[in-house]
């Protein structure tokens, strides 16, 4: 069984920056994918941005150049920075895991809100 605590969200001013961590526990998995959805409220869930084990990433349009997605595979771990926040960014962000065999995981969310 695969485990995913998600810290750093918060609040924060518009033109700030938040960095959300992730770190996967368990045993027995071998991971392929990670990203960040995020949902605000009466809207659904949404792509953020995604990391494949390769390294390869991938960015919703509207987070592109303000967002950076990276990972450190030694602690089976994805962070999201974000800067030049928008009040739009607000929303719960939730991370995901995807094993090779495409079992997929979600954490529990954090809150993230930009506001003045």
């Known amino acids: 069984q695969v485990q995913l605590v998600e810290s750093g969200g918060g609040l924060v001013q518009p033109g700030g920056s938040l960095r959300l961590s992730c770190a996967a526990s368990?045993?027995?998995?071998?991971?392929?994918?990670m990203a960040w959805y995020r949902q605000a409220p009466g809207k659904q869930r949404e792509l953020v941005a995604s990391?494949?084990?390769?390294?390869?990433?991938n960015y919703a349009d509207v987070v592109k150049g303000r967002f950076t997605i990276s990972r450190d595979n030694a602690k089976n771990a994805v962070y999201l920075q974000m800067n030049s926040l928008e009040s739009e960014d607000t929303a719960v962000y939730y991370c995901?895991?995807?094993?090779?065999?495409?079992?997929?995981?979600w954490g529990q969310g954090t809150q993230d809100t930009v506001s003045s």
């Open positions: 368990g045993s027995g998995f071998s991971i392929y994918y």
């Open positions: 990391i494949t084990n390769s390294g390869n990433t």
């Open positions: 995901l895991l995807e094993t090779v065999n495409r079992r997929t995981y």
